[in-house]
């Protein structure tokens, strides 16, 4: 009884460990129209060119939540070591994909399923890291493969 007791306390003990590392609510917020971001940056981003494919830049402050744009499959793509951090979001069996390329904290596993407006990440803003873009400055970039951003930005 004593041993089972313990493992009830340690497994509650880890729990409530684990469950304060996460992002409570009121840091996460909800989506905006956007999908992506927070309501208030969803109109702030340029349509620029990112390695051959149009995209959007966005100069976010630290700790901007990030949200999957639909249902889908959630993949880092993050090269070991380097930086910037790359996610994936891909609609399940179709070639379309949602790729963020910036300074950000992941908060899932590569081939997660993840659902529309779920938080997956927060941006990170340290000058030491540099810019993703230089022109414009952009700490966060969004481009798709086989996917429309008019969608998600309508621009």
Request: proline share 7%; glycine share 12%.
């Amino acid at each position: 009884v004593a041993v089972g007791l313990a493992v009830i306390l340690l497994g509650l003990g880890l729990w409530l460990y684990f469950s304060s590392l996460a992002p409570n609510s009121d840091e996460i917020g909800k989506p905006g129209r956007c999908m992506v971001l927070p309501e208030e940056y969803c109109g702030t981003g340029v349509v620029i060119e990112y390695l051959g494919n149009e995209a959007i830049a966005f100069n976010l402050p630290n700790g901007t939540p990030i949200y999957a744009p639909f249902y889908g499959g959630y993949f880092d793509e993050t090269p070991e070591g380097l930086e910037p951090s790359v996610i994936r979001v891909g609609i399940p069996e179709t070639s379309s994909f949602v790729t963020m390329v910036g300074r950000h904290a992941s908060y899932f596993e590569s081939g997660t399923e993840v659902y529309e407006g779920e938080f997956i990440g927060m941006t990170i803003d340290d000058p030491s890291f540099g810019s993703v873009s230089d022109e414009p400055r952009a700490n966060f970039i969004i481009y798709g493969t086989d996917y429309d951003l008019n969608e998600l930005f309508g621009q």
